[in-house]
């Protein structure tokens, strides 16, 4: 018997290929064509977002480029998987974030027959489900299509009836084990973060995160 390394070829082409669809679900794929429009929607989005604060938008520069560098992201097929929103405090990452999920939330993207809905929640909301309702956290490590706000804020441990965990750790390697789509915002630099999640962790996001380093002055109080 010859061994067939065309088959084995084959088979590991398909699961290549299977990955990249669960990394980035088919339903983005028509968005390739659409990176202006796309833009101005996540403009949209972004502008409401700042008035739902109470405050009123002045557009400026880096806020065009950030957005015009999400829509880059969104409708590359060939970008990594997850993204990386991070830099100082105030400067716009949740707001972008919520401006994602907004329009994410607005469009009829289908995987299957199921809408995909996008959920963002802070970091340390998260690590506080995994004691108080372990059950729906675990519902939130699978979600298909995540945001988690401010990573590095949580608890790095946490504790239910004696028994230690790092749950952010843990959905970190739960979702990039399952190639689920995740956005990420921190203030903290890629050192900082190797620091705190150990270089496993930091391993894995450089692997499938494209990095948006989102700097200046913050905005609270001037927009």
Request: charged content about 25%; some cysteine; hydrophobic content about 40%.
């Amino acid at each position: 018997m010859n061994i067939d390394l065309r088959a084995l070829q084959m088979q590991q082409n398909l699961k290549r290929v299977q990955g990249t669809q669960l990394f980035r679900p088919d339903c983005l794929l028509p968005l390739a064509t659409q990176v202006d429009r796309l833009e101005q929607a996540l403009q949209i989005a972004y502008a409401s977002e700042v008035l739902s604060r109470g405050r009123q938008l002045v557009p400026d520069q880096a806020t065009r480029a950030n957005l015009h560098k999400v829509a880059e992201w969104l409708t590359n097929p060939l970008a990594k998987p997850w993204l990386l929103i991070y830099g100082g405090v105030g400067n716009g990452k949740t707001t972008l974030l919520r401006a994602i999920q907004a329009f994410v939330n607005s469009q009829r993207f289908y995987i299957g027959n199921t809408r995909v809905q996008m959920l963002v929640q802070t970091a340390s909301r998260l690590s506080a489900l995994a004691v108080e309702s372990p059950r729906l956290f675990e519902s939130r490590t699978d979600q298909e299509c995540i945001g988690i706000d401010d990573l590095g804020v949580e608890p790095l441990e946490v504790n239910s009836f004696g028994t230690r965990s790092t749950p952010i750790a843990e959905l970190l390697l739960h979702r990039y084990e399952r190639m689920r789509f995740t956005i990420l915002t921190s203030n903290l630099s890629e050192e900082q973060l190797t620091s705190r999640y150990g270089e496993r962790i930091t391993d894995r996001l450089r692997e499938v995160c494209d990095r948006l380093w989102m700097d200046g002055a913050s905005y609270r109080g001037t927009v």
